[in-house]
């Protein structure tokens, strides 16, 4: 497939066209940055692009869940173990950062550097380091809610290994203060490999026509993982790993050249490198959230040189 320009107004479609294979429409990579529909009546809507400047080493865990704020909600101040991306969905949330970070507003590609106190609306994504204590709240009167694409060690340190000096605490944990946070784990999987120093993260939101079918299976380059929000999807692997989830978030691998259906509340984790093909297997549109990670340094500027969005001073 070839290589597009990794510009920061364009970071979006290249990631997406690039690296989503078989749960992607090919004409992402010819759209512009936000909502659209390429020429086989694929609908997507990019959410959020940002690096991962740190991620953990491999195994890791790839996981993305939507977390319910009613108001009064706080999540106790610590560190994640890794990086996360969130993304607000509904409503306003306040995230008290002891580090720097990287925003992004709605609909503005690029980001800046975060410190201190961040007021996040809907559409504004935000990428916290791993290692920076943080706080999320809700302080308004209205329930909020956020997606948040996360990756962490999928192994505990060795025995005898130093303990980091206070404990990673995941957003969402029952350690929170006030009203209780609905923190839904929607999908994940633990990923084999992952790119070698920063990689891109992405969030889409994807629908699929009644009658679509994928002409044929595509690659992707890095681990991603898929959440069917509505409708029903055909899924079928050519080649690498893969295991599907059903709405109870059991999983069993995907047999290559088998299709399987991925109905609403499930979904599936691919390898990197993995190849795939859907169709909607249902009478309605068929919706679906997808994450994925890739290494920047797979794309480059026109010159041939990489290029990478950064968070401006």
Do not use: K, W
Not at 163 to 187: S, W
Not at 252 to 276: K, Y
């Amino acid at each position: 497939m070839r290589r597009c320009s990794l510009l920061v107004p364009l970071v979006a479609v290249v990631l997406f066209g690039l690296l989503l294979g078989g749960l992607a429409p090919a004409a992402a990579q010819e759209a512009t940055p936000g909502a659209g529909a390429g020429a086989d009546g694929v609908g997507f809507e990019i959410l959020a692009v940002g690096l991962f400047e740190e991620p953990p080493p491999a195994p890791a865990v790839l996981d993305l869940a939507r977390a319910t704020f009613p108001p009064g909600a706080t999540t106790p101040p610590g560190p994640d173990p890794g990086p996360s991306l969130t993304y607000v969905e509904r409503g306003v949330l306040s995230v008290e950062l002891e580090g720097a970070a990287s925003l992004a507003r709605a609909g503005t590609p690029e980001p800046t550097r975060a410190e201190g106190t961040v007021v996040l609306g809907v559409g504004d994504r935000l990428v916290i380091p791993g290692g920076v204590p943080f706080r999320v709240y809700n302080e308004g009167s209205e329930p909020a809610t956020a997606l948040v694409a996360r990756v962490y060690p999928a192994e505990l340190p060795e025995p005898g290994a130093t303990p980091p000096a206070e404990p990673a605490q995941p957003l969402g944990t029952p350690e929170a203060a006030g009203p209780p946070i609905d923190f839904a784990l929607l999908a994940g999987g633990v990923a084999e490999t992952l790119p070698a120093g920063v990689a891109v993260v992405g969030l889409a939101r994807l629908t699929y026509p009644v009658g679509h079918a994928d002409p044929g299976p595509t690659r992707n380059d890095g681990p991603l993982l898929a959440y069917v929000e509505a409708g029903t999807l055909g899924y079928t692997v050519a080649s690498g790993g893969s295991v599907a989830t059903d709405a109870t978030g059991q999983g069993e691998p995907v047999t290559p050249g088998q299709e399987v259906e991925l109905r609403a509340g499930g979904g599936v984790f691919e390898q990197g490198g993995a190849a795939s093909a859907v169709r909607n297997a249902g009478d309605e549109p068929a919706t679906v959230l997808i994450v994925l990670l890739g290494p920047p340094e797979a794309f480059a500027q026109e010159d041939g040189t990489p290029a990478a969005a950064t968070p401006s001073s």
